[in-house]
């Protein structure tokens, strides 16, 4: 099944807009087209054959009346004037004979063939002045054939009107019935479009109100509030990356909730899964932990503020270091009180190992009064109550590398650090390890 996005669902409902009036458009052009035409034939043909029709019957009628003054009056002069007539009929018979009829005429032409027969022969007995033989001729013959052909135009001129009125009413039909197929098809078209639209609406109403439920579920941290969207439509699209930022919002939750609240540096749980996504991709790299010596013999003399500002600047001196000597992709943590680790690549761990031993232990001094800073050591109580001399803060590095490990793990990791790092105590001084054996 073909899910469209909202876009398209758009455009669709414009297409059949346009596609359905232009299909009206065409039919309607085309049936005023055949109309057109139609109305042509009626006025070129029928309507013309009917004029002339009773033009014919007009000019005989003129004949006629001509054709008994010349009998009455006997004057062979008005024999001209009848011939104009009769020319007059003949022109006329012969304009209808050259109009394309749907009633049959060949037996109106026939009818005045017999006729324009018998009308000679009456000019020439009027032409010989033979008056008495040509009134019985007018009599007894022209007038029963023109009698004839009066009633057989009649006849046609009846046909026609008929056949005009059929016309007409055909006409009138066919005119109608375009027009009611040409708002069929706009109406049909603007009612298609008009669902199409009215379900886009819709859509958008219902999902816009479910982005909004949701977006008011997240910013009240229900980070895991399901968002009911389905499709492939910009919606079902928006909804997915409501989810996917909801999933980032939790992520984030969760490494706020666990970074520490002084360096804001990711804690343990967050260093726990960086490790085994790392282990997970088989890719080497340094896990290098950072240790300052005597920190809480430090702690007890000058109090916890002042602590608090060492951890707060080592957190930031790990930073700049990993930033001018390790990687974009390094990872800085701190694991808790004066404990940090960076993960990094296996060249570069020595290189910040010995950078950041150097910087440390150029700051170290003036985190001492000045009495402490000159004998470099300082006099406290152990954690068994015995007065010994404790010399100022150092730290301890120990560099793990996880393609030295047969089957490195994060417990794995932790136990070779804790080993290199008790070893680094007893050394004096700020000092950096790399174990360098293979495949243990």
Request: glycine share 6%; proline share 3%; net charge negative.
């Amino acid at each position: 099944m073909i899910r469209l996005t909202v876009s398209q669902k758009i455009t669709a409902g414009y297409l059949l807009i346009i596609i359905f009036c232009l299909a009206a458009i065409i039919y309607a052009l085309t049936a005023l087209s055949r109309l057109t035409v139609y109305s042509e034939q009626l006025v070129t043909n029928e309507f013309r054959a009917l004029g002339l029709a009773r033009d014919f019957s007009g000019s005989m009628l003129d004949q006629e009346r001509l054709e008994k003054q010349i009998l009455i009056l006997r004057d062979s002069s008005m024999v001209p004037l009848l011939d104009k007539r009769h020319e007059e009929s003949s022109a006329i018979m012969g304009q209808l004979s050259g109009i394309p009829l749907s009633c049959r005429f060949d037996y109106v032409e026939k009818t005045f063939v017999g006729f324009d027969e018998a009308h000679k022969e009456a000019r020439a007995l009027l032409e010989k002045k033979n008056w008495t033989e040509a009134e019985l001729f007018s009599r007894d013959v022209l007038a029963l054939r023109r009698d004839r052909l009066f009633k057989v135009m009649d006849m046609f001129r009846a046909g026609q009107e008929d056949l005009m009125d059929q016309n007409l009413q055909e006409f009138t039909l066919q005119s109608s019935e375009a027009y009611r197929l040409t708002l069929i098809l706009a109406f049909t078209g603007i009612g298609i479009a008009g669902l199409v639209a009215t379900g886009i609406i819709l859509k958008i109403h219902r999902s816009v109100a479910r982005l909004t439920r949701a977006t008011k579920a997240i910013a009240s941290g229900s980070f895991d509030h399901p968002i009911d969207i389905d499709g492939k439509d910009e919606f079902g699209r928006l909804a997915g990356d409501f989810a996917e930022m909801a999933r980032k919002l939790r992520e984030l939750q969760i490494l706020h909730l666990d970074a520490n609240p002084l360096t804001r540096l990711p804690g343990n749980l967050t260093i726990q899964q960086e490790l085994e996504t790392r282990i997970a991709s088989g890719l080497p790299f340094a896990h290098i932990y950072i240790d300052l010596d005597y920190f809480k013999a430090y702690n007890d003399r000058y109090g916890y503020h002042s602590g608090s500002d060492i951890i707060f600047r080592v957190g930031t001196l790990i930073q700049e270091v990993d930033k001018r000597c390790g990687t974009p992709e390094d990872m800085i943590g701190h694991i808790g009180g004066d404990d940090y680790v960076v993960l990094s690549t296996p060249d570069l761990a020595e290189t910040i190992a010995a950078e950041l031993i150097r910087e440390f232990d150029a700051i170290v001094p003036e985190f001492y009064t000045e009495e402490d800073r000159q004998a470099g050591f300082f006099m406290e109580k152990d954690r068994y109550g015995d007065e010994r001399r404790f010399p100022l803060l150092s730290m301890s590095i120990a560099i793990v590398s996880a393609d030295n490990l047969r089957n490195p793990s994060a417990e794995a990791i932790g136990r070779e650090c804790a080993k290199m790092k008790e070893h680094l105590k007893k050394l004096p001084g700020s000092n950096f390890l790399m174990d360098r054996r293979e495949r243990r």
